[in-house]
Nanobody
Framework: QVQLVESGGGLVQAGGSLRLACTMSGRTFTTMGWFRQAPGKEREFVAVINWNGGLSNYASSVKGRFTISRDNAKNTVYLQMSSLKPEDTAVYYC??????????????????WGQGTQVTVSS
């Protein structure tokens, strides 16, 4: 089992940047993902990275603006978000994967979730 704690959320103006961090404990050498849930919408996939950082994948809505990375020495996964838009406003969750895949991502592929961190982008 993996325990996850997100941090780094906040309020930012459109066009700005934020970096989210997800600190892991337990079985940390696993695929990690970021998801988000906007008010009134279902949770959606944002980005995923494999256990050693060699492979990653992104939702089309964030590709080119967001970057996922990890530092296994610090047991931390990051989501660098740039050129933020109001539609990026959501609660962002990190999750630990049960498979090694970074394609065809489904929520059911992830077994442990953090509590979420709020990101609000003002126009």
């Amino acid at each position: 089992q993996v325990q996850l704690v997100e941090s780094g959320g906040g309020l930012v103006q459109a066009g700005g940047s934020l970096r989210l961090a997800c600190t892991m404990s337990g079985r940390t050498f696993t695929t990690m993902g970021w998801f988000r849930q906007a008010p009134g919408k279902e949770r959606e996939f944002v980005a995923v990275i494999n256990w050693n950082g060699g492979l990653s994948n992104y939702a089309s809505s964030v590709k080119g603006r967001f970057t996922i990375s990890r530092d296994n020495a610090k047991n931390t996964v990051y989501l660098q978000m740039s050129s933020l838009k109001p539609e990026d406003t959501a609660v962002y969750y990190c999750a630990a994967g049960r498979t090694g895949s970074v394609v065809n991502i489904r929520e059911t592929d992830f077994g442990s979730w953090g509590q979420g961190t709020q990101v609000t982008v003002s126009s």
